[in-house]
Each structure stands twice: as C-alpha cells, then as structure tokens.
C-alpha cells in the first residue's frame, strides 16, 4: 500500500520513466535485426567426407563405421544418423541441448584425426546446424549471348555489389569454364618408353615456382625464387621431356588442347543452363531488409547507366520480401488488435478519459517489451511479432481490472487518492496470481525437445516479457493517471442493472440455492467435454505448419552415377511437367550430388487461380509421374519439416536381403494406406561393381606382384589434374588422361600388360566378378538401417499417423529385425508426450500459484476444474474452422490454462473477500458474480478482439498465427461463458458454509 501510495504521489517520476521507456524502445524497434525465424545455432552437427573412388561398402567399412565409434564415446553425443555413398559419407549428430557449439569443436577433432589415418578421405567439412543461412538474395542473368553475360556479371554486377556496405560476398556461377586436355597416346609412351606418372611429374614440376632460399647484403636482403610457371597452352605443349633416346616435345606424345567444359553451371532455369547464377549474402549487423534495399538500388543505377542491354537481370529469391511481409502482416493485425480492443473498452465503459487511460497503456506496455527483446539479443521475427500479437489482448486485462476497481470505489463514494489505493488493492492479489498463472505455465517449456523446443522457449519468453511490461504498467501508469486524469459520472442511486448482470445473478442465484443444481450443472457440462473429445479425431495434425509465401522447394534424388546426358533430360521433363501448371511462374533446378533442389515461384495477385497448399499437391503429384520412366528415385516437398519425409519407417538389421524384402513387403502393405503417396525406400537401386579377381599364380609365373597390377590398372584409368596455368587471368586446370578411353570389360581385359616374358594380355592375370552393392548404406547409433519413406496426400499428418501404426502393429520381423516410425511421425509422437509431461508440469504450478494466493489446498481445484472446459471451446474451434494442431496450436493450449483462470481467480478472490466480510456462501457468489461480470467481459472481449486479425491472418506468417490465434479465442470464449456458471455449483458444492470474517 504505501509502495503505491508512493507510486502514485511521484507522478513526475511515473512520467519520466514512461516517457524514457516510449524513446529507448522506439529506438529498440529500429535497431532491431529483422528475419523470418531466428538464428540460433542448433544442437547438432553433420561431417561430409569425401572419399574419392572407394565404393560404398569400402566407404562404410574404413569411414564411417571408425568415425561413428569415435563420435559416439564422446561425452553428451545423444544420436549419431549416417549415409554412405559411393565415394561419400555424411553423418548428423545430435548434441544434448545447450551444447552445440562445444561438441560440434569435439566432433570436428574427431573427423581431422580420422582424416589424417585414413589416406583414403579427400576432403571432409563439418559444422554446427542453425536456421539461418549463407546466401539470401539471388538473381539471374539471362536472354543473352554467354560471352556477353558473363563479362558483365565479372567486370560490374559483382564488383559494384560487392562495394556495398550490406553486402559481404557476391558468389557467381554458369560463368564459361575451360580446362587444357592433355592427352597421352598409349602407343607413344611404349614407343618412348615412357611412363605416364613419370611424365605427368615431369609436368608438374616444370610448370613451378617456389622461394629457394634468400641473399644478404650489406643493404638489404633479397629473396632467390624459381618460376618455370607456363604462360600458354603453347608452351605446354612445346614443353621438353627427356627419353632414353634424347628430348621430345609434349605435343609428340599426347595431345594438348584448350577445352571448354559443359555443363560447368549447377543451375537450370526453366530447362536451360545459359544464364548466370547470382548468390549474394549479407554482411555483419545488416538485417536482411536494408541489404534487399541497397542491392536494389545499385541494381537500379546499373540500369540507368546502360550497363544492362542484350540481356536481363533478374530477381530470383530475395529472402528480405518474405520477411517483410511476414513483419508487415503480423504488424498491422496487432494495429488493429490494438484498436479493436480499445473500442470493446469504450464501449463498456462508455468514458472517454478512462479509455484513454488504458489506450495509453498499450503502446507504453509494448515498447517496454520490445526494449526487453532488444536487451536479451532478440530478432524482430515470427516468433517475436506472434507473441507480441497473442500479448496485445491480454497486456490491457489488469489495466481493466485495475481501473474497473478504481471507478467501481469512485462510485461507492470514495474520494480520488483513496479510490485508487482501496481499487488497486482490492484486486492487487488476483491481478499478480492471474499473471503468475499464465507466465508460470510457460515454465517447463524447456521440456519439448530438439530445435521446435528452442523455438518455442523464445515464443514463451516473448510473452511472458509482454505480460509482466503489462503489469509494472498496470501498477504504475494506470493508478497514476486515474487520480487526477479520471472523470467520475455519479451513478444513479435508483439505476436499474443491466440486462445481462440482471439475468446473470438470477441464474446464478438459481444454481447456488440448492447444493443438487450445481451438481446438476456440474454433470451438464463435464457430459458436454467428454462428448468433445470424439471430435478429436477429425481434427487436422502435422508438427509445424508451412509457410505460403507463393514460393516453394522440392527435393528431386536421383539415381547415383546418372550420366550428364541423362540428367539433361530429367531437367527438360521436369521443366516440362512444371510449366504445366498453370501458377507456376518460374522455377529454377540446383544440382547438388545427386540431388537436385527445385525452387519454384508461384504466380500473385490477380494472376492466382489456385491457393498455395492445392499449387503445392500438384507439384508434387506431377513430378512423382515422372519416377517409373526416368532416374528419378523420390520426389519429397523441402518444406516438410526439419524431420524430412513425413512419414518415415525404419527397418533395421545386418543383411541387406533380408532388408530389402522387407522393405518390399512393407511398401506394398503402405501402398493401400488412403492418402500416401510417392514411397520409396533407400536401397531402391543398387550399382553393379567389377570386382577384380587376381589370378596369383599366372601372375607370379610371370615375374609380377600384386602391385605391378594394381599400379598398371590405376595408369590405365589415368585421369587427374597435374596443375594449372593462367589464361585471361583465370586460373585453368591441367587435365591429364589417355586419348582412347577403356570403357568396356572386353577392353579392359584386352590391354597388354608388359612382363618379363615380354607383353601379355590382362585377362591372363585377372577376371572380373559382377556384384550388386546398395547406392546408399544408412547407419543409425552404428546399426545398419533402410528408410521406407512417403509423402502425404490430402490427408492429415494425424489421420495417417494412427493408419500407419496399425500397419506396423500387423507387420511380423525375423529375430534381430526391427520396425519403427521415424520422420514427422516420430516426431510427433516425441512430440505429444512431451507436451502431456509440459502440461501435467504446468497444471501443478499453477495450482502452486492459486494455493498460495488462496492460502487454501481446496479453492485451487474449483479454479482448476474450468480447464476442460477450455478444451471443449478448443476442439470445437479447431474442427469448425479445420486449422491444424501443430506445435504452436499446442502451444495455444498451454496458454489457455493460464489465460482461462483469469476470471476463475477473479470470481473466486472477490467471493471469498465478501465472505470474510461476514456475508453467506449464496450470497457472496451473486454478489462477487454481479461486482466482477463487467471485468470479465472485457479482459475476454478485448483478448478476443485483439487476437482476431491474427486468427483470420493470410499470407506468409497466417499458417503460424492462425492455428495459435484459433485456439486461444474459442477456448477463452467457451471458457468464459462456462467460467460464469460453473466455478459457483464448484465453489457451492465443494466448500463449506462458513468462513472467519473479519470480526472473528
């Protein structure tokens, strides 16, 4: 009391301070890093190894089984996932949470070690997981002659944006690339006697320079270098190289020629590669927005100064527009949450100045908040702006409760000054338990696994700022204003009440008048939530929601070894098939190893016939036609999540037989699941292997070893780079490798080895068995494992979960055989029991709060049992509006608990102060029910309103607000109707009919 009492007589403090919250979070707002997620670095790491030519048993077996047995003794490692591929193997770690960065330093020393025992290993890169990334604006130069291009993306485009202060590298690509081809002509090695690793030496070392050592003299030093660095192609092949017989040139013995490469772009656009490729990424404390600006404006000059003619420069993906949009769009639903609150206020308290009153308490309470998410390093993100907009209704509920309380003791008489103390105090206790609740709720949180966890621990933070910023306000601007700014209308002594308040205390009256009522009332509703729950199963399920931003990825595997050929003619069927659809704008195909990442831009505005979700259905469905006659292996959306495919089925075991007739019997059994589509499996397609056969006695008869043949194998295969030489001032790679390729057995068998006995044929020293090896060996903790995966196909991720599982309940696995789910559906599942543990967690803090608010074990639980009803307003809300229940709809949930209390406390709280003031059980309810019906109509009407523009949300972000909007507004609505009625039959039955007044 005397806390606010001092409150409220330093008005200049409260203003200062008010008035310095207003400057240091506007500024906050501008200084604010803006991006669609937030950029956290993940618990988790992947290593990629390359491992030149060995296949992929040999890779499994030297690589990856040695570095996932060093990985997996490290101290917090929690799973180890690998795939191995020909020449390949990646691994995904995952860390235990907050250790990121410091196991992903212990998994890097493990690979460099591996990496130094194993001459095997090529090269290999690791690195922590995040959600950010390196390149966000892209662009493309095309319709022109690919001499011309290039030369203005060199000379101008790169240069020019790369002296932009936002901007930290310009990466180009599909710029003409050449290499010099030398070419040996076998029959004039022989004839020369001549060695091709020798002559590649000799190469190599002439095309040189080095520091040699260095000279002193009394003056200064001079460093002795040697530089025989070829000018020329010329040169090359005029190059000297020394026989038994005397010298040669180059040109005498291998053919040497300046060769432009194909297909040395990674990027298709529309079915063609003549274009060039613009990837741009964003310097350091530069927010995606401002570097979109200022590309667009030197983009702009370029254009003014006639550099772009002949061609076209265009925008491909600027991740800057999907955060603006999303920014703007949950921007202006908060406006207009703000506004529609502030009107249910004016309408209810029919006074402008004490609409005023909590008006200004809106902006004050958020620009506090956003100086909090500034001062703990925070983005302007999604996940930010939603938690602000779920705040906006609420941060206003104990300003009303506060000030409802101030004018409701204006009324009964009291002066300014004591209206204010006695109305603050009056309501203080609810007001802080009411806030506890729902922050307390937000506690165990930390409890939901993996990265969605992390994410949801910032949502939670976010609003937990926002509610208490809405207190300290509550307690400190809205006390301060009402003394002296509050305008007191006298109330009639002979007004009549309200309609509404009128039949409310009839019926509450009805219901506590006999203890058999309130048991009547109390089986009513508690009927009405079990008969809820069988809706459950025809609401809409999936872990996290897309985002629809007229834009789309798609990832397209390919069978492994595809020839250059082959895959041209996948990207003109793909290009094909896309074009099709008629709001497909543009798409744009990466190739990256065996995968080809599509990127497709949808049409906008008026030129849309269909909404993104059926676009998406479509592509896919298109695309997967393609899969029976071409190499294309699996056709999955990139946006399904960070689990991949949505539904995923492991089948673990040693022999891959065995694995694969399982997995074959498990697709067919999937196949008639309604609703899955595209299932493939990862052992799908095998390589044929030569293995080559020594036969060691002919070898030895001949005067050979094992290596002689080993070494003349390797030589007949020749091919690698020996060096470079500067050309235009590009640096062009030296190629070497024999003029007649060997590309048949028959051929290779046929080559004549020389021995002592003069040449002999190679097939008198070897054969070659034909063996089946798997494309793909996929590893899980160290067990060998096959993925089945699939897609979905207008059905829910829920609907198909629980198909599935009865799938796998029939499904039979020999002894040391196993099956389980994994992808979306794993996740789901890990998913709901962490949320039932978050739940059990957050119903005991609350009731932890209320028991100490009520210094009462029982009065908790009448509060409490208005939370299945909660659950009643939400299962109708999600199956009538069919918004999904994901993660942040959980989310939702969670929230609601602590949300719908709110007005059980209130009613509570004012109850048991009447019956302390001497007035029976009947009486005290009607009474708390009349005093306190006008606050709970507005903190619920004003919550509603301030979330509805986030529930009816469209465009990039609405599948994120939507779904957690839904939730909160028909929960609260249903909640607050039923709050009303059946926290008096609780209160009725469950307490006892007296109480120590005041007097006692």
Do not use: C
């Not at 003109?572 to 990256?592: C, F, G, K, P, W």
């Amino acid at each position: 009391m005397r806390i606010l009492e001092y409150i409220v007589r330093k008005k200049v403090l409260v203003s200062l301070l008010s008035v310095l919250i207003i400057a240091l979070g506007g500024a906050a707002v501008l200084q604010l890093d803006k991006e669609i997620m937030p950029s956290i670095g993940m618990d988790g790491a992947f290593v990629n190894i390359d491992a030149g030519e060995l296949s992929a048993i040999d890779v499994e077996r030297t690589i990856t089984s040695p570095l996932e047995q060093k990985i997996q003794v490290i101290e917090g490692i929690q799973e180890v996932q690998s795939k191995t591929h020909r020449g390949e193997s990646s691994l995904q770690i995952t860390f235990e949470r907050g250790r990121g960065e410091e196991l992903s330093k212990k998994v890097h020393q493990a690979v460099t070690e591996l990496k130094a025992a194993q001459p095997e290993i090529k090269d290999v890169y690791s690195s922590q997981y995040g959600v950010n990334q390196g390149y966000e604006f892209y662009m493309d130069i095309t319709g022109g002659d690919m001499e011309m291009m290039p030369d203005f993306a060199k000379d101008v485009l790169k240069p020019r944006l790369e002296g932009l202060r936002e901007v930290a590298d310009v990466n180009l690509s599909g710029l003409p690339e050449s290499e010099v081809a030398v070419q040996f002509k076998r029959d004039e090695l022989i004839k020369h006697e001549l060695d091709i690793s020798q002559v590649t030496s000799i190469i190599a070392e002439a095309n040189s320079e080095a520091t040699l050592g260095e000279l002193t003299s009394d003056y200064d030093n001079a460093t002795v270098r040697w530089n025989t660095k070829l000018e020329s192609v010329a040169s090359l092949k005029q190059l000297e190289i020394p026989t038994i017989a005397g010298t040669i040139r180059l040109d005498d013995i291998a053919a040497v020629s300046l060769v432009p490469l194909e297909g040395s772009s990674f990027v298709w656009k529309n079915g063609t590669q003549d274009l060039v490729f613009v990837q741009i990424s964003r310097a350091s404390n530069v927010n995606q927005i401002d570097m979109a600006k200022a590309i667009r404006a030197e983009v702009e000059k370029i254009r003014e100064e006639g550099f772009i003619d002949g061609f076209t420069l265009n925008e491909m993906v600027a991740q800057a527009d999907f955060v603006k949009e999303s920014i703007d769009g949950i921007t202006v639903n908060i406006l207009i949450g703000s506004i529609v609150a502030v009107a249910i206020l004016l309408v209810f308290l029919r006074n402008i100045r004490a609409t005023l009153i909590i008006g200004v308490s809106i902006p004050t309470s958020v620009l506090l908040t956003f100086l909090t998410v500034y001062l703990l390093g925070y983005s302007l993100n999604v996940l930010t702006l939603i938690g602000l907009g779920l705040g906006i209704g609420m941060m206003v509920d104990s300003s009303i409760v506060i000030l409802e309380s101030i004018y409701r003791q204006r009324e009964l008489g009291l002066g300014n000054l004591e209206s204010v103390l006695t109305g603050t105090k009056e309501v203080a206790g609810a007001v802080f338990a009411s806030m506890l609740t729902t922050i307390v709720v937000f506690l165990p949180i930390g409890f939901i696994g993996g990265d969605l966890g992390r994410l949801m621990i910032i949502l939670s933070i976010v609003i937990a700022i926002t509610l208490i910023s809405s207190v300290i306000v509550a307690f400190t601007v809205i006390p301060t204003l009402s003394e002296k700014f509050l305008r007191f209308k006298k109330k009639d002594p002979v007004a009549k009440e309200g309609f509404i308040t009128k039949g409310y205390s009839a019926a509450v009256s009805w219901i506590v008048r006999k203890k058999k009522r309130s048991v009547l009332i109390i089986g009513l509703f508690s009927a009405l939530f079990v008969g809820s729950l069988f809706l459950v199963p025809i609401i809409p399920m999936t872990v996290m929601p897309d985002i629809f931003n007229r834009y789309t990825e798609v990832v397209i595997e390919l069978e492994s070894g595809i020839h250059e050929k082959d895959k041209a003619e996948v990207m003109t069927a793909v290009n094909e098939r896309l074009e099709s659809i008629q709001d497909v704008e543009s798409n744009y195909l990466l190739d990256t190893d065996g995968l080809l990442i599509g990127i497709i831009n949808m049409t906008k505005g008026d030129d849309i016939h269909k909404n993104q979700k059926e676009v998406n259905e479509e592509i896919l469905k298109r695309l997967r036609e393609l899969v029976p006659s071409t190499p294309i292996t699996s056709v999955q959306s990139a946006m399904d999540g960070l689990a991949g495919s949505p539904v995923q089925v492991i089948i673990k075991g040693d022999d891959f037989d065995t694995l694969q007739t399982l997995s074959d019997k498990f697709k067919q059994k999937l196949d008639a699941v309604d609703g899955i589509v595209g299932i493939t499996d990862t052992m799908q397609h095998a390589t044929p292997e030569q293995v080559i056969v020594l036969k060691e006695k002919a070898i030895q008869d001949a005067g050979l070893s094992a290596l002689h043949v080993k070494q003349f194998l390797e030589q007949t295969f020749f091919n690698a780079p020996i060096g470079q030489i500067t050309i235009a001032d590009q640096a062009v790679p030296i190629i070497a490798s024999w003029d007649a390729k060997t590309t048949t057995a028959d051929a290779l068998l046929n080559l004549r080895i020389p021995t002592t006995d003069g040449e002999k044929k190679l097939f008198s020293f070897i054969d070659l068995k034909t063996v089946q090896t798997p494309n793909e060996i996929m590893h899980k903790d160290g067990d060998r494992y096959i993925t089945v995966s699939a897609d979905i196909e207008k059905r829910d991720l829920g609907a198909i979960h629980r198909d599935v599982q009865r799938v796998l309940k029939d499904f039979n696995t020999p002894n040391g055989y196993t099956v389980g789910v994994a992808g979306d559906i794993e996740q789901q599942q890990e998913l709901m029991m962490e949320m039932i543990v978050v739940l059990a967690i957050a119903l005991f803090l609350v009731y932890f709060v209320m028991a100490v608010q009520f210094n009462h074990l029982g009065h908790p639980f009448i509060v409490m049992s208005i939370i299945p009803m909660a659950i009643i307003g939400v299962i109708i809300g999600l199956v009538v509006t069919q918004r999904e229940l994901n993660l942040l709809s959980g989310m939702g949930i969670i929230m609601l608990i602590g949300i719908v209390l709110n007005n059980a406390i209130l009613l509570i709280d004012r109850t048991n102060q009447l019956r302390t003031e001497g007035q029976s059980v009947d009486e005290a309810l009607v009474a708390a029910g009349k005093q306190r019906i006008r606050p709970i109509q507005m903190t619920t009407l004003t919550t509603v309103g301030g979330m509805l523009p986030l529930a009816l949300a469209s465009g990039v972000s609405g599948n994120y607000q939507a779904p957690l909007a839904t939730v909160l507004i028909f929960g609260l609505l249903f909640s607050t109707i039923i709050t009303l009625l059946l926290i008096p039959a609780v209160y009725r039955v469950f307490t006892v009919s007296k109480i120590k007044s005041k007097t006692e």
